[in-house]
T-cell receptor, first 113, second 112 residues
Framework: GENVEQHPSTLSVQEGDSAVIKCTYS??????FPWYKQELGKGPQLIID?????GEKKDQRIAVTLNKTAKHFSLHITETQPEDSAVYFC????????????FGTGTRLKVLA | NAGVTQTPKFRILKIGQSMTLQCAQD?????MYWYRQDPGMGLKLIYY???????DKGEVPNGYNVSRSTTEDFPLRLELAAPSQTSVYFC???????????FGPGTRLTVT
C-alpha cells in the first residue's frame, strides 16, 4: 500500500542553525504534500504545502522542496528559534483524485537556546 | 469562529463499552476526517466525509462507525471498545479535499 517515510525521528539543533526533515513517498500519483507542526497537547497545524507542479516553495524561514522523480520532499527551517520546537509531520495525498492522506511518523525537533 | 471542536478531551473506557466522540466545525467545510495517533506514530485515517450523507473508509476503519447528517457534525462511534483502540483521536475539516485541513484539539482515549 501507499507509504510515507520520514527522517530523522528526532533532531536537535542550536538556535539560529538550520533544520532539514526529509520524507519519501511511494505513490507516484500523489500530487499534494502538506507539512504540519504539532505542539504538545494540540492538534497538528499546517505550516506549508506544495503541489506536484512546483519544485520549491518558501514562506519566510520555512521552505519545502519536491523531487517528483525521486519521490521525496523536504522541509527546511532556517534561523531556528526555540518556538520552532515541536513535532513535524509530512503527508502525501493518496493518488490524485482522493481525499485521503498518508502521514509520516513525525520528527521531534528541539531547538537548543 | 470556534474552528473544529472535539468532546470529550479525555475518556477512559472499559473493554466492551461503547462511546461516541463528538466533532463539530463552524467553518462551513464540506470535508471532514477522523484520524488516530498512536505514540511515536503519524496520523492514520479512520473515516472521512465529503459532505452530509456521504462517508468513506480510510486506512483503519475496523471497530469504528461514522455518520454525517449535517455539514457541521461528524461523530465517531466506537462499538465494543478494545485495548487496541487506546489512542489520541483527531477530527479535521477542510473546505475541499485539496485544501488545508484544520484539526481539533484531540480526544485522548484509554481502553482498559
Amino acid at each position: 500500500g501507499e507509504n510515507v517515510e520520514q527522517h530523522p525521528s528526532t533532531l536537535s539543533v542550536q538556535e539560529g542553525d538550520s533544520a532539514v526533515i526529509k520524507c519519501t513517498y511511494s505513490d507516484s500519483a500523489s500530487n499534494y504534500f502538506p507539512w504540519y507542526k504539532q505542539e504538545l497537547g494540540k492538534g497538528p497545524q499546517l505550516i506549508i504545502d506544495i503541489r506536484s507542479n512546483v519544485g520549491e516553495k518558501k514562506d519566510q524561514r520555512i521552505a519545502v522542496t519536491l523531487n517528483k522523480t525521486a519521490k521525496h520532499f523536504s522541509l527546511h527551517i532556517t534561523e531556528t528559534q526555540p518556538e520552532d520546537s515541536a513535532v513535524y509531520f509530512c503527508a502525501a495525498r493518496v493518488g490524485s483524485g482522493t481525499y485521503k492522506y498518508i502521514f509520516g511518523t513525525g520528527t521531534r525537533l528541539k531547538v537548543l537556546a | 469562529n470556534a474552528g473544529v471542536t472535539q468532546t470529550p478531551k479525555f475518556r477512559i473506557l472499559k473493554i466492551g463499552q461503547s462511546m461516541t466522540l463528538q466533532c463539530a466545525q463552524d467553518m462551513n467545510h464540506n470535508y471532514m476526517y477522523w484520524y488516530r495517533q498512536d505514540p511515536g506514530m503519524g496520523l492514520k485515517l479512520i473515516y472521512y466525509s465529503v459532505g452530509a450523507g456521504i462517508t468513506d473508509k480510510g486506512e483503519v476503519p475496523n471497530g469504528y462507525n461514522v455518520s454525517r447528517s449535517t455539514t457541521e457534525d461528524f461523530p465517531l462511534r466506537l462499538e465494543l471498545a478494545a485495548p487496541s483502540q487506546t489512542s489520541v483521536y483527531f477530527c479535521a475539516s477542510s473546505f475541499k479535499g485539496f485544501y488545508e485541513q484544520y484539526f481539533g484539539p484531540g480526544t485522548r482515549l484509554t481502553v482498559t
